[in-house]
């Protein structure tokens, strides 16, 4: 659905050489309606048979699924946020590829509380189906080892240099000039009250992001926030003004998906924009705490270093530069990431026997 995940991942590895085939369905339950910022489903019918994994396009879908890669015979087969796909279609393409390394993946946190398990029963019940596993955080390795994994590793977002660049101010539309941005999806974890603070505070707030339309019962009729709507997602090169159109960009980590850190701590530095993101430990360890990127814990520390990036060019230049060679430096760019996978699986795949999986 959004071209900074699998199909980012797939032209990495192509530029790797490896030989990618792509196969999805996003068409067969969803469309680009005119106007929208984001897709929408056919119709009911569809949307339902999407949320219970169960219906004629699904079993349409896991047949096609079959059928190409009978014909392709891959060395590799990656599942990718893949919750469709059931454990019986997976078994089946095992016995048809009894050579093939399978690897599985999931960006959200399919062990979330807060996930519906009829969304993510296919992913969590397929687990001890495949060879390898990525984790996106930390947090998740001991959960896919209890689920039944054999062999996790940490496999973390990154940015895209040819879509994750600087932009000099004079090329942005002023419409995106402010003095902070926060360019991300709405949850009820407080970030809203975060936003309303800072507004209140005098600054000059840009928001962007999805999901927003859920806050609204819940905002006072006083709030600033009300003046933001409509609220939707900045794209393609709309994202990189709104990022770079900031003196700073604001991240927030989910509390849904239980994060420590998401894509745009690697995003936002990658345009060479300051940034202040919420703290964890995990963050921490990838960069320098109000050298290479600032944090904040609380409301207070928030308005704190915001009002001093905002006020103080060269602390917010010096951070934005730093935090720019850090993540280069350390590959947390797609390539550097593909690269990474590339060298654990081909480490693996000597190694995996399909005979444990005969009894599955």
Known sequence: MWPWYQEACALALEAHGCEVERFGWFHDFRYWKAGSSEPVYHS???????????????????????????????????????????????????????????????NDNPFSANKKLCIWGNYLKSIPL??????????????YIRFGSKSVHLLRSYFIPNVDFPVDRENIPECFRCDVVFAGHYEDDGRVELLEAIIDAGHKLNLYGGGWAAAIPKLAPS??????????????????YAICGAKVALCFLSSLNRDSYTRRNFQVPAMKVAMLSQYSDDLASLFEPDKEIAMFRNKTELLMKLSELIKNDDW??????????????????????MKCWLKIVSSKIDGISSKKYESL
Not at 65 to 92: C, D, G, H, M
Not at 130 to 143: E, G, L, T
Not at 330 to 336: I, Q, T
């Open 44 to 106: 009911m019918y569809y949307r339902l048979q999407y949320r219970l994994n169960l219906g004629p396009t699904v079993s349409k879908v896991q047949r096609l699924l079959l059928e190409k890669a009978e014909v392709s015979r891959p060395e590799i087969i990656w599942f990718y946020n893949v919750q469709l796909i059931s454990p019986r279609t997976v078994r089946k393409l095992r016995k048809m590829l009894p050579e093939s390394t399978f690897i599985q993946y999931a």
């Open 130 to 143: 495949f060879d390898v596993h990525f984790s996106y955080r930390k947090s998740n390795i001991d959960d």
């Open 223 to 240: 709030s600033p926030l009300r003046s933001k709507y409509p609220i939707s997602p900045a794209t393609e090169e709309n994202y990189r």
């Open 316 to 337: 917010r230049n010096s951070i934005a530069e730093s935090s720019y060679s850090k993540v280069y430096a350390s590959g947390h760019d797609v390539f550097s990431r």
